[in-house]
Protein backbone atom coordinates (compact mmCIF):
# COMPACT_ATOMS: atom_id res chain seq x y z
CA UNK A 1 0.00 0.00 0.00
CA UNK A 2 1.52 3.37 -1.09
CA UNK A 3 1.38 5.82 1.11
CA UNK A 4 2.34 9.91 0.79
CA UNK A 5 3.50 12.22 3.60
CA UNK A 6 1.09 14.87 4.13
CA UNK A 7 3.09 17.63 7.00
CA UNK A 8 3.90 14.76 9.08
CA UNK A 9 3.93 10.75 8.37
CA UNK A 10 0.43 9.72 9.25
CA UNK A 11 -1.16 11.93 6.68
CA UNK A 12 -2.23 9.32 4.14
CA UNK A 13 -3.85 10.82 0.52
CA UNK A 14 -7.13 9.03 0.30
CA UNK A 15 -6.16 8.97 -3.49
CA UNK A 16 -3.14 6.87 -3.10
CA UNK A 17 -3.84 4.51 -0.77
CA UNK A 18 -6.53 4.11 -3.35
CA UNK A 19 -3.87 2.56 -5.77
CA UNK A 20 -3.85 -0.46 -4.09
CA UNK A 21 -5.83 -1.73 -7.06
CA UNK A 22 -5.62 -5.62 -6.96
CA UNK A 23 -5.01 -6.25 -3.78
CA UNK A 24 -7.58 -3.84 -1.69
CA UNK A 25 -10.25 -5.59 0.44
CA UNK A 26 -13.79 -3.58 -0.30
CA UNK A 27 -13.96 -1.20 0.56
CA UNK A 28 -11.32 0.48 3.23
CA UNK A 29 -12.66 4.32 2.80
CA UNK A 30 -16.43 5.45 2.79
CA UNK A 31 -17.16 9.01 1.09
CA UNK A 32 -20.57 10.60 1.21
CA UNK A 33 -20.89 12.61 -1.88
CA UNK A 34 -22.55 16.18 -2.47
CA UNK A 35 -22.22 18.07 -5.89
CA UNK A 36 -22.50 20.52 -7.76
CA UNK A 37 -23.14 21.07 -11.43
CA UNK A 38 -21.90 24.57 -12.72
CA UNK A 39 -22.80 26.55 -15.69
CA UNK A 40 -21.67 29.67 -17.47
CA UNK A 41 -23.20 32.30 -18.67
CA UNK A 42 -24.29 30.94 -21.96
CA UNK A 43 -25.89 28.44 -20.68
CA UNK A 44 -23.38 26.03 -21.13
CA UNK A 45 -22.25 23.44 -18.30
CA UNK A 46 -18.65 24.36 -17.27
CA UNK A 47 -17.81 21.68 -14.60
CA UNK A 48 -18.66 20.35 -11.06
CA UNK A 49 -18.06 21.26 -7.71
CA UNK A 50 -17.48 18.53 -5.64
CA UNK A 51 -18.06 18.12 -1.34
CA UNK A 52 -16.42 14.82 -0.26
CA UNK A 53 -17.49 13.70 3.60
CA UNK A 54 -14.93 10.81 4.80
CA UNK A 55 -16.05 8.64 7.06
CA UNK A 56 -15.13 8.58 10.78
CA UNK A 57 -12.12 6.10 10.78
CA UNK A 58 -10.27 7.54 8.11
CA UNK A 59 -11.04 11.36 8.99
CA UNK A 60 -9.38 9.85 12.28
CA UNK A 61 -6.23 8.66 10.41
CA UNK A 62 -6.12 11.37 8.10
CA UNK A 63 -6.09 14.39 10.94
CA UNK A 64 -4.13 12.50 13.78
CA UNK A 65 -1.46 15.02 15.38
CA UNK A 66 -3.77 17.93 14.03
CA UNK A 67 -5.56 20.29 16.35
CA UNK A 68 -5.28 21.48 20.21
CA UNK A 69 -6.88 21.71 23.03
CA UNK A 70 -9.29 18.44 21.75
CA UNK A 71 -10.33 21.01 18.80
CA UNK A 72 -10.77 19.42 15.14
CA UNK A 73 -8.04 21.07 13.10
CA UNK A 74 -8.52 23.78 11.05
CA UNK A 75 -8.64 24.21 7.20
CA UNK A 76 -5.19 26.13 7.50
CA UNK A 77 -3.45 22.72 9.10
CA UNK A 78 -5.35 20.32 6.64
CA UNK A 79 -4.75 22.38 3.14
CA UNK A 80 -1.65 20.19 2.82
CA UNK A 81 -3.46 17.39 2.90
CA UNK A 82 -6.11 18.40 0.73
CA UNK A 83 -3.17 19.40 -1.78
CA UNK A 84 -2.10 15.94 -2.15
CA UNK A 85 -5.44 14.29 -2.30
CA UNK A 86 -6.13 17.06 -5.39
CA UNK A 87 -2.88 16.97 -7.33
CA UNK A 88 -3.46 12.91 -7.17
CA UNK A 89 -6.80 13.01 -8.25
CA UNK A 90 -5.77 12.87 -12.12
CA UNK A 91 -4.25 9.49 -11.91
CA UNK A 92 -7.84 7.99 -10.72
CA UNK A 93 -9.55 10.02 -13.47
CA UNK A 94 -11.13 12.06 -10.12
CA UNK A 95 -13.32 9.20 -9.56
CA UNK A 96 -15.39 11.44 -11.77
CA UNK A 97 -17.04 9.81 -15.14
CA UNK A 98 -19.04 12.47 -17.10
CA UNK A 99 -21.08 11.87 -20.59
CA UNK A 100 -22.36 14.19 -22.77
CA UNK A 101 -24.64 12.54 -25.66
CA UNK A 102 -22.16 10.21 -26.97
CA UNK A 103 -19.31 11.65 -25.70
CA UNK A 104 -17.09 10.94 -22.24
CA UNK A 105 -15.93 14.94 -21.93
CA UNK A 106 -12.66 15.50 -20.14
CA UNK A 107 -12.07 17.51 -16.64
CA UNK A 108 -9.38 19.40 -16.27
CA UNK A 109 -6.90 19.66 -12.94
CA UNK A 110 -9.06 20.70 -9.72
CA UNK A 111 -9.11 24.38 -8.13
CA UNK A 112 -10.62 26.13 -5.50
CA UNK A 113 -9.88 23.08 -3.04
CA UNK A 114 -9.92 22.89 0.70
CA UNK A 115 -10.54 20.43 3.54
CA UNK A 116 -12.53 21.23 6.76
CA UNK A 117 -13.39 19.16 9.84
CA UNK A 118 -16.44 19.36 11.76
CA UNK A 119 -17.20 19.19 15.17
CA UNK A 120 -17.08 15.39 15.40
CA UNK A 121 -13.81 15.83 13.46
CA UNK A 122 -15.28 14.18 10.45
CA UNK A 123 -13.19 16.32 7.36
CA UNK A 124 -14.84 16.96 3.90
CA UNK A 125 -12.99 17.85 0.89
CA UNK A 126 -14.33 20.55 -1.32
CA UNK A 127 -13.13 20.96 -4.67
CA UNK A 128 -14.36 22.48 -8.00
CA UNK A 129 -13.25 20.08 -11.41
CA UNK A 130 -13.50 22.17 -14.66
CA UNK A 131 -14.48 20.75 -17.64
CA UNK A 132 -11.73 21.15 -20.55
CA UNK A 133 -14.32 22.13 -22.77
CA UNK A 134 -17.87 23.07 -21.63
CA UNK A 135 -20.78 21.19 -23.25
CA UNK A 136 -24.00 22.29 -24.14
CA UNK A 137 -26.94 21.89 -21.08
CA UNK A 138 -29.27 20.93 -24.28
CA UNK A 139 -28.27 17.74 -24.78
CA UNK A 140 -28.27 14.61 -22.14
CA UNK A 141 -25.48 15.66 -19.55
CA UNK A 142 -24.87 12.73 -16.28
CA UNK A 143 -21.96 11.94 -14.20
CA UNK A 144 -20.98 8.94 -11.36
CA UNK A 145 -18.62 8.97 -8.64
CA UNK A 146 -17.07 6.02 -7.66
CA UNK A 147 -13.75 3.85 -7.77
CA UNK A 148 -13.80 1.11 -10.30
CA UNK A 149 -12.15 -1.35 -7.43
CA UNK A 150 -14.74 -0.64 -4.84
CA UNK A 151 -11.51 0.45 -2.50
CA UNK A 152 -13.41 3.76 -1.59
CA UNK A 153 -17.04 3.26 -1.67
CA UNK A 154 -18.59 6.24 -2.86
CA UNK A 155 -22.45 7.29 -2.29
CA UNK A 156 -24.35 10.24 -3.01
CA UNK A 157 -25.96 12.21 0.07
CA UNK A 158 -29.31 10.86 -0.39
CA UNK A 159 -31.58 14.03 -1.43
CA UNK A 160 -29.19 15.84 -1.74
CA UNK A 161 -27.14 14.38 -4.59
CA UNK A 162 -26.33 17.41 -6.93
CA UNK A 163 -27.65 20.78 -7.43
CA UNK A 164 -27.62 23.26 -10.05
CA UNK A 165 -25.48 26.82 -10.08
CA UNK A 166 -26.60 29.49 -12.80
CA UNK A 167 -28.56 27.04 -14.99
CA UNK A 168 -31.09 28.07 -17.01
CA UNK A 169 -34.77 28.32 -16.79
CA UNK A 170 -36.21 24.73 -16.86
CA UNK A 171 -32.98 22.67 -16.20
CA UNK A 172 -33.26 20.05 -13.45
CA UNK A 173 -31.57 16.79 -11.91
CA UNK A 174 -32.82 13.40 -11.24
CA UNK A 175 -30.22 10.51 -9.92
CA UNK A 176 -30.68 7.05 -10.78
CA UNK A 177 -29.40 4.54 -8.43
CA UNK A 178 -27.99 1.37 -9.74
CA UNK A 179 -29.80 -1.98 -10.51
CA UNK A 180 -29.81 -4.54 -7.37
CA UNK A 181 -26.44 -7.30 -7.44
CA UNK A 182 -27.18 -10.13 -9.61
CA UNK A 183 -26.15 -13.72 -7.18
CA UNK A 184 -22.93 -13.67 -8.49
CA UNK A 185 -21.81 -10.22 -7.74
CA UNK A 186 -23.15 -10.70 -4.28
CA UNK A 187 -20.96 -13.83 -3.93
CA UNK A 188 -18.02 -12.01 -5.09
CA UNK A 189 -18.44 -9.24 -2.74
CA UNK A 190 -18.85 -11.05 -0.06
CA UNK A 191 -15.54 -13.61 -0.58
CA UNK A 192 -13.87 -10.50 -1.79
CA UNK A 193 -14.77 -9.48 2.18
CA UNK A 194 -13.50 -12.53 3.51
CA UNK A 195 -10.66 -12.90 1.65
CA UNK A 196 -8.96 -9.40 2.09
CA UNK A 197 -9.18 -9.08 -2.06
CA UNK A 198 -10.76 -6.83 -4.72
CA UNK A 199 -14.17 -8.04 -6.01
CA UNK A 200 -13.18 -6.67 -9.84
CA UNK A 201 -11.72 -4.12 -11.50
CA UNK A 202 -15.12 -3.10 -12.70
CA UNK A 203 -16.52 -3.76 -9.77
CA UNK A 204 -17.55 0.25 -8.40
CA UNK A 205 -19.62 1.09 -11.67
CA UNK A 206 -22.07 -1.69 -10.81
CA UNK A 207 -22.57 -0.18 -7.22
CA UNK A 208 -22.43 3.71 -8.35
CA UNK A 209 -26.15 6.29 -9.16
CA UNK A 210 -25.86 8.30 -11.82
CA UNK A 211 -26.91 11.71 -11.49
CA UNK A 212 -28.73 12.95 -14.81
CA UNK A 213 -29.07 16.57 -15.82
CA UNK A 214 -32.20 17.52 -18.18
CA UNK A 215 -32.23 21.18 -19.87
CA UNK A 216 -35.28 22.30 -21.97
Given at each position: MRRMSVARPAAASLLLLASTLGAAAHPHVWVVV????????????TGLRHAWTFDEMYSAFATQGLGSNGQPPTSEELQP???????????????????HGGDKPEFAAPIDYSLEADANKAITLHFTLPLKV????????SFQVYDPTYFVSFSFEKGAAAKLVGAPPGC????????????GDT????????SNMSPGADFGIKLA????????
Amino acid sequence: MRRMSVARPAAASLLLLASTLGAAAHPHVWVVVKSEVLFGADGKITGLRHAWTFDEMYSAFATQGLGSNGQPPTSEELQPLAKVNVESLGEFDFFTYAKHGGDKPEFAAPIDYSLEADANKAITLHFTLPLKVPVDAKKPFSFQVYDPTYFVSFSFEKGAAAKLVGAPPGCSTSTLDPNPLVAGDTQKLSEAFFSNMSPGADFGIKLASRVVVACP
